[in-house]
């Protein structure tokens, strides 16, 4: 459980480190990410190096107590080189260069930029490598982040094409895949092959799909070579990216593989503020953030790699968001916490002093921009005291595990059928409903060890891979999955025998109609008495499973089958829960409405309860205890935007 910051030195005085150093440690904090945008001041002209500042800077932090994260600085290659190499600028779909000015300025596939990226950080790493205030590496920044995962270079163009040639190895094999004979699209060899952009209406599926995978792969390929690099000289210090929250056109459980610790960075009012929210959500939460923005995002963190952290975490307003409300007093203790209840390493803040220039002049730090600390300081110390009450976290497997497949995502952003608020929208409308149901949740990947599961959910998953199903079929859980689920094939076709692919004969059912439905449009499903409400997908099955639920015309809405259960449509609100809560109980899992604003986490024999909303709660109510003396945190008065932890589980 430790805090850190990110600090930018370069932006300051050399006379204000010192004392910037002393009141960190003063607030609390351990760690300093520093480097990260630094590169036109550590290399100001080609093969001229200005280490002397660098050197200071770490010394000073170092001796000051403070362990020092590096940040490989190629998110933002300088001008010199860009003009020297305008190769290296990425491309949009028209071919036209993205200039430079702001930063991730590069292509993933510029064979210069691959080399420039090598050179940098060799010499970054070479130097530092073995200092001892250097405890961790941080690589790049936000891989993908401002469209920057695609680029359609001539190197960019090159790539995927070898790409293709290696995942097809006969361009015959490609054509079936894609489906190439639909339109004549037909290609006589892979040098024939552009990435899918500018078409004059949508390009073929498939082949956006494998845009998608080789994009991903870009970016893991660019990362591995700087973490090999990282490890020949600096053996044994951890290494991690820091991931933009919400962002899947990324595997990140494959470039995880590359990496020591996955961690993410948290903004959560800002990127409630962007997202497709409706209104009233938006505004229930305006200075808290979704309640499950976090979670959702530490979960998947935790799922891709051994160890996860918080790299960036919002401490007040932010600038980039249409509208930029500061967070409620208390959010920033409410978010570090719970995110180590989540067995996060460590949380660092974004950042320490706010800048009175350029593009982020109106993000807040922790420091004025004349200097003076803000109230926030006083949220990290109190964490910094809860934390003297509490044991080491221990995580351990949930009982509920949802599916997270990458593949998936894409396919939805490709072809939604429907008007999707973001490719993962079902998947967080899963986790939402289990979190509301008081419920821990683990994310599983297609070659997850599945075992020791009771439930495992599986949210519209279009792409269920082989290796997915028989990791299911193996685990022993429930598996309850939803409309769409087994509805394409790895290349993005619709498999032989039809939906739900391979699931089919387990569940004995097969899709003969899926119909995509607006939002006016509603089913009623009746389960026992009770109507609840479905609606955007509802599929026309043919089936001798056993039905557990019928539209009001009759038809088949859920069905069920040894340990696979399927609904043939998109849940509302009140008939996820409804599912859920029978499916917990069928498979022993406890489970409690806790509302909308309350969730939450259990770590070892601890309960945290954390409050999104303005009211406050008693936590008696969801079993907790009533007196006082139970608490580690709080206690059963939880104030609004607060939390409380406490010995037992629910
Ligand atoms: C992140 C980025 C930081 C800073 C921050 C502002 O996406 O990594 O460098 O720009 O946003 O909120």
């Known amino acids: 459980m430790k805090l850190g910051v990110c600090y930018y030195p370069e932006h300051w005085p050399e006379s204000d480190w010192a004392e910037d150093a002393r009141m960190m440690r003063e607030a609390g904090l351990t760690h300093v990410r520093i480097g990260e945008f630094a590169w036109a001041r550590i290399e100001p002209c080609r093969g001229e190096f200005d280490w002397g500042w660098l050197d200071r800077i770490i010394d000073l932090l170092h001796a000051a107590g403070l362990e020092v994260t590096l940040g490989t600085p190629t998110a933002t290659p300088p001008k010199w080189l860009i003009d020297a190499h305008p190769d290296i600028l990425p491309r949009d779909e028209h071919g036209h260069p993205r200039r430079f000015g702001s930063r991730r300025h590069y292509c993933f596939s510029s064979r210069t930029y691959r080399a420039e990226s090598s050179r940098i950080v060799e010499e970054l790493a070479r130097r530092y490598g073995e200092h001892p205030g250097v405890t961790m590496w941080q690589t790049d920044n936000e891989y993908g982040h401002h469209g920057s995962d695609e680029s359609f270079s001539s190197d960019a163009v090159e790539a995927f094409r070898g790409w293709l040639a290696a995942r097809y190895t006969d361009i015959q094999s490609l054509n079936m895949a894609w489906g190439t004979v ?136 932010v600038n980039w968001a249409t509208y930029n409300a500061a967070p409620a007093p208390g959010m920033v203790r409410l978010w570090t916490w719970e995110a180590f209840a989540h067995g996060a390493d460590f949380v660092s803040y974004f950042r320490w002093r706010q800048a009175p220039f350029a593009q982020e002049q109106m993000h807040a730090g922790l420091l004025a921009p004349d200097r003076p600390p803000q109230p926030v300081q006083e949220e990290i110390r109190q964490v910094g005291h809860d934390a003297a009450q509490i044991p080491a976290l221990k995580q351990s497997r949930a009982d509920v595990a949802i599916l997270l497949d990458y593949p998936s995502a894409w396919q939805h952003e490709i072809q939604p059928q429907g008007n999707l608020r973001g490719p993962l929208e079902p998947t967080r409308a899963v986790y939402t409903a289990c979190r509301r149901l008081g419920l821990n949740v683990d994310f599983v990947f297609d070659d997850s060890d599945m075992d020791g599961y009771k439930l495992i959910l599986l949210p519209s998953v279009p792409v269920i891979s082989d290796a997915a199903w028989n990791n299911l079929k193996s685990s022993g859980a429930t598996v309850f ?129 954390f409050n999104y909303g303005p009211d406050a709660l008693d936590l008696s109510q969801i079993g907790a205890p009533a007196d006082s003396g139970g608490y580690k945190i709080g206690s059963r008065h939880l104030a609004p935007y607060s939390l409380a932890a406490w010995n037992a589980g629910l």
């Not at 109609?513 to 609606?535: H, M, T």
């Open 182 to 317: 639909f339109w004549s699209q037909t290609y006589n060899g892979f040098d024939e092959i552009d990435p899918p952009g500018a078409t004059v209406t949508e390009a073929n599926p498939s082949h956006r799909l494998d845009w998608r995978r080789f994009c991903s792969d870009q970016m893991c390929s660019f990362n591995q070579a700087q973490v090999d690099i990282i490890r020949r000289y600096s053996p044994g210090r951890p290494v991690t990216h820091n991931f933009i929250g919400d962002f899947f056109r990324l595997d990140h459980r494959d470039i995880s593989r590359s990496l020591d610790i996955a961690s993410w960075d948290s903004y959560p009012i800002g990127l409630l503020s962007e997202s497709q929210a409706p209104k009233e959500h938006k505004a229930r939460w305006l200075r808290s953030g979704d309640p499950d923005f976090a979670a959702f995002n530490h979960d998947v963190f935790r799922a891709c790699a051994p160890r996860w952290a918080v790299m960036e975490q919002q401490p007040g307003p």
């Open 481 to 609: 999955a939803t409309a769409l689920t087994g509805s394409r094939t790895i290349d993005g076709r619709i498999p032989d025998g039809l939906a739900p692919g391979p699931l089919r004969p387990d569940l004995g059912l097969r899709v003969e109609q899926l119909e995509s439905l607006p939002s006016f449009e509603k089913c009623s499903v009746r389960i026992e008495d009770k109507n609840y409400g479905s609606g955007r997908w509802h599929e026309t099955i043919t089936t001798d499973a056993e039905v557990r639920a019928r539209f009001s015309d009759g038809s088949a809405a859920w069905v069920r089958s040894g340990r696979f259960q399927y609904l043939v449509c998109w849940p509302e609100e009140d008939l996820m829960r409804e599912l859920l809560e029978r499916l917990c109980r069928e498979t022993s899992i406890q489970c409690r409405d806790v509302g909308p604003d309350l969730r939450l986490r259990r770590a070892g024999d601890l309960t945290f309860a």
